[in-house]
């Protein structure tokens, strides 16, 4: 759909507002017959009818102030929903991650909140993630390829049953989200997903208590030897592509033709 054609987020309709007019118009007339009076007979009743002509003309004036808010009432109806239809006129959006320590800033949690990024109810060629880890880890790196895959599983699972948390973490440790949806499906693939999710943390788990995660060999080979406070910079790139089949792939420097409507991009970063 054209931005021409796009509905629009909302409508301005004008109320009707004839009596209530009138009545406000007959008071304004009442007001300033008020001060006409006063000003005819001021000389008559000296300093008490001045004070109560300028308590009156303050009345008045604030009076004119609440007519002119009044006047023209609108009512605006809104629709949101209309946004998502809209996907031609959405900005691409950069999300920024940074860690600095694997240990004091636990990778579980920078591999849920990129994957809880990712899985922005958001157009998936627009959007797009980049992590700075400062700490150059093996480690960090190690758990992103592993979220990556889980993620395979993971954001299909979220758009099939409009999963209103995206961070796993929270999502499985609260009971009342599995149970909103009674289908037989559902708790198949919630349950599947859920050990998916499980065996991901056992291999962060595990991981981080070994020295090295993996064999530094292939992509890992960057890691080598490296001094976290002095060593160049690093870059991995990984194309997540939710298509039937799924296509993975890791490229120092990404082309433009191959972003696809269903693409999820992950950058990650040592400085």
């Not at 600095?100 to 922005?120: H, Q, Y």
């Not at 599947?192 to 020295?211: G, V």
Request: contains cysteine.
């Amino acid at each position: 759909m054209s931005k021409t054609e796009a509905l629009p987020l909302y409508e301005r309709k004008h109320l009707k507002n004839t009596i209530p007019r009138l009545i406000e118009l007959t008071i304004l007339f009442l007001c300033f017959s008020l001060l006409g009076y006063r000003l005819l007979h001021l000389k008559n009743h000296g300093f008490i009818w001045l004070v109560a002509l300028l308590c009156e003309s303050w009345f008045t004036f604030i009076w004119i102030l609440v007519v002119n808010i009044k006047w023209n009432p609108i009512a605006i109806k809104t629709y949101p929903e209309r946004l998502l239809q809209r996907n031609l006129e959405l900005p691409p959006l950069d999300m920024f991650v940074t860690t600095a320590d694997p240990v004091l800033e636990p990778p579980i949690i920078t591999v849920n909140t990129v994957i809880s990024l990712l899985s922005m109810d958001y157009p998936a060629n627009k959007l797009a993630c980049y992590l700075s880890d400062d700490a150059a880890s093996p480690l960090t790196y190690f758990c992103l390829v592993e979220a990556s895959e889980f993620a395979k599983l993971w954001i299909p699972f979220c758009k099939k049953y409009n999963v209103p948390v995206r961070a796993p973490f929270r999502y499985f440790s609260d009971q009342s989200l599995f149970t909103g949806n009674s289908s037989s499906e559902f708790q198949e693939d919630w349950n599947i997903m859920k050990d998916e999710y499980r065996r991901l943390c056992q291999k962060i788990e595990e991981a981080a208590q070994k020295s090295v995660p993996c064999e530094l060999t292939g992509d890992f080979a960057a890691f080598v030897d490296i001094d976290r406070r002095s060593h160049p910079t690093i870059i991995k790139v990984a194309f997540l592509y939710i298509l039937s089949p799924v296509l993975f792939s890791w490229r120092p420097k990404p082309l433009q033709k191959q972003f696809t409507r269903e693409c999820k991009f992950q950058a990650y970063i040592c400085n």
